[in-house]
């Protein structure tokens, strides 16, 4: 079993930063990409920021220059760090990550159970 545990989340004022962070935990043999998705009321899941095991990342338009993606594979841990929120930016947050849970298994993916982010005064 794999588990994608967040925290981070809550209220916080236009203007103003957050960081996100997952940990992977259970029974894993490797982690390949891992990222965030998001989900406002009403819309669809979206991708926000990608990052791969070596470090490169991929980022939507909408959160270029403001929210930055980081890794630590020692502690199989995601963040995200989230600044110049907008009320925009409001949604749940999703981690995901595909993992090899065994060095004779497919890669799969796997997701947290989400943390709300608010942006508002």
């Known amino acids: 079993q794999v588990q994608l545990v967040e925290s981070g989340g809550g209220l916080v004022q236009p203007g103003g930063s957050l960081r996100l962070s997952c940990a992977a935990s259970?029974?894993?043999?490797?982690?390949?990409?891992m990222g965030w998705y998001r989900q406002a009321p009403g819309k669809q899941r979206e991708v926000v920021a990608v990052?791969?095991?070596?470090?490169?990342?991929n980022y939507v338009d909408f959160v270029k220059g403001r929210f930055t993606i980081s890794r630590d594979n020692a502690k199989n841990t995601v963040y995200l760090q989230m600044n110049s929120l907008t009320p925009e930016d409001t949604a749940v947050y999703y981690c995901?990550?595909?993992?090899?849970?065994?060095?004779?298994?497919?890669?799969?993916?796997?997701w947290g159970q989400g943390t709300q982010v608010t942006v508002s005064s």
């Open positions: 990052i791969a095991r070596g470090g490169s990342t």
């Open positions: 995901y990550s595909l993992i090899q849970s065994v060095y004779w298994d497919y890669k799969r993916d796997y």
């Open positions: 259970g029974r894993i043999f490797n982690i390949y990409d």
